[in-house]
């Protein structure tokens, strides 16, 4: 049972704020002995315990059966107060009520995760990504003999995604031999705790390992996160040494990326780091007008100039911007003139780009409203689309609006498992697509979200 528990520690830490572990989790000791069916964890407190059942017990079942299964029954009980006979700790039974995860999903079809739109054809260079521009198109020419691994780092929106995927696009088209991989670090995280809970660890590293092409997009995010660092590594050398290409985003440079191991921090150091900075005015009309042109908007140059200036440090909101003026322009039927941007832009342009955080409470509140449900329909597991319907599309604006990760978007929404969060971004994300309605409902959410900051 130590050896469980000291496996199920680790894949808590991944999944739980450090000062939740460390306060909770952490001082939890499992009972000695027991017959291998039965986990006892001790608590040092009654109120310690108190806030364990009634706070982590979901946590710590999930965990359990992730590397165990269903068999373990899990109890707790305060530390040193041996259980009287008539105060059995109350056993848990480890079955969880909510949506059934879809995952693990058919991953034996080629999917590369890549999105097509992210080309170079549709990358504007200019002095701020010139370096990483030339570095990726190099590797796209030359996988795993130019540069492995390419590390790209830079601050939030600045084309990091964009630039990694079009070595894949590029290499999908001149190479179609060859295996492309896109993963985000989150992702990949999960499916390795989704790989411990199906028991399919050999599948998992199976997969990766098959890859001649991995994209690992914003590594940070398993900074402090031990078990996919060891499982990361691992991958990472194996890759390396088959001499496979490595490419890694990250927002920011391997030094300054807390909570690293040394040893994964070095290897990602090894072969060319290359960072983007944002993107100078000239620049930053180049891609207004090249985005203009893709999506077949008439874009004035004053137009183009005035978003521009208004928005310097991050092209998604620059391209946001775009957007927004010119589904304005086309509701109103109006054409973009300035005086039309002037009037759809004031709000965006009136507040400081550092905006408070929005809050998962706030969104689940927005999207209540809107789509008049309440609130304790979003938390609940009523599986009729009309409550399950705004529910995922609320974790789904949780996931573009908040740093959350999946499992804590879970949490707050009574208590969903990390892959029914997973789902419901993915089938949102996919449905926009062909769904103008349900485009035009997001639309509008995310606009009253933008407002309401
Ligand atoms: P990051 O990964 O650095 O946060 P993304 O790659 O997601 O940023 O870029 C945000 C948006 O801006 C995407 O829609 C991307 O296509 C666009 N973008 C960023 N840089 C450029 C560029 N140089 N040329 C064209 N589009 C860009
Ligand atoms: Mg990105």
């Given amino acids: 049972m130590d050896a469980l528990w000291s496996q199920a520690l680790a894949l808590l830490?991944?999944?739980?704020?450090?000062?939740?572990y460390d306060a909770w989790i952490k001082p939890l000791r499992p009972a000695p002995g027991g017959d291998g069916s039965r986990l006892l964890l001790l608590a040092p407190s009654t109120f310690a315990l108190d806030r364990v059942q009634s706070r982590f017990r979901n946590d710590i079942e999930q965990a359990v059966v992730a590397l165990a299964g269903d068999g373990v029954k899990i109890a707790f009980q305060v530390d040193g107060n041996p259980a009287r006979p008539e105060s059995a700790p109350a056993t848990v039974t480890t079955s969880r009520e909510e949506e059934p995860p879809p995952l693990p999903r058919d991953r034996d079809k080629q999917e590369t995760g890549l999105d097509p739109r992210y080309t170079f054809e549709s990358f504007v260079v200019g002095g701020c990504n010139q370096f990483v521009h030339a570095a990726a198109a190099r590797v796209a020419e030359l996988p795993?003999?130019?540069?492995?691994?390419?590390?790209?780092h830079g601050g939030v929106g600045l084309g990091k995604t964009?630039?990694?995927?079009?070595?894949?696009?590029?290499?999908?088209?001149?190479?179609?031999?060859?295996?492309?991989?896109?993963?985000?670090?989150?992702?990949?995280?999960?499916?390795?705790?989704?790989?411990?809970?199906?028991?399919?660890?050999?599948?998992?590293?199976?997969?990766?390992?098959s890859v001649d092409i991995l994209l690992v997009d914003d590594i940070q995010f398993i900074a402090g996160k031990k078990a996919t660092q060891e499982e990361f590594f691992h991958t990472f050398n194996a890759l390396f040494e088959a001499n496979k290409q490595i490419v890694l985003t990250s927002d920011s440079f391997p030094n300054e990326i807390e909570h690293l191991e040394e040893r994964l921090r070095s290897r990602l150091r090894m072969g060319l780091v290359a960072d983007m900075q944002p993107p100078e005015l000239e620049t930053r009309v180049a891609i207004l007008k090249k985005k203009a042109a893709m999506e077949g908007l008439d874009l004035q140059d004053d137009v183009a100039f005035f978003l521009a200036e208004a928005i310097h440090s991050n092209v998604r909101d620059l391209i946001g911007a775009l957007i927004r003026v010119s589904a304005y322009a086309s509701l109103t039927r109006?054409?973009?003139?300035?005086?039309?941007?002037?009037?759809?832009?004031?709000?965006?342009?009136r507040q400081p780009e550092r905006q408070e955080p929005l809050s998962i409470e706030r969104i689940q509140e927005t999207v209540a409203t809107f789509y008049r449900v309440q609130m304790a329909d979003l938390h609940s597991t009523t599986r009729a689309r009309a409550i399950s319907r705004p529910r995922q599309i609320a974790m789904f604006l949780c996931k573009q609006f908040t740093a959350h990760s999946y499992p804590e978007i879970g949490r707050q929404f009574g208590g969903k498992d990390h892959t029914t969060v997973l789902y419901a971004v993915e089938k949102i994300e996919e449905e926009k697509m062909r769904n103008p309605q349900l485009a035009q409902e997001l639309d509008t959410l995310s606009g009253q979200l933008r407002k309401n900051t």
Wanted: overall charge positive.
């Fill in 334 to 349: 109006q054409p973009v003139t300035m005086g039309l941007v002037r009037t759809s832009m004031r709000e965006m342009t």
């Fill in 144 to 152: 795993a003999k130019a540069y492995n691994p390419l590390f790209i």
């Fill in 162 to 209: 964009h630039i990694m995927q079009a070595i894949g696009n590029r290499l999908q088209q001149t190479r179609p031999e060859l295996k492309i991989l896109y993963i985000s670090s989150e992702k990949f995280m999960l499916q390795l705790i989704n790989s411990l809970r199906f028991q399919r660890v050999f599948d998992f590293k199976e997969n990766f390992r």
């Fill in 13 to 20: 830490q991944e999944q739980l704020a450090p000062q939740l």
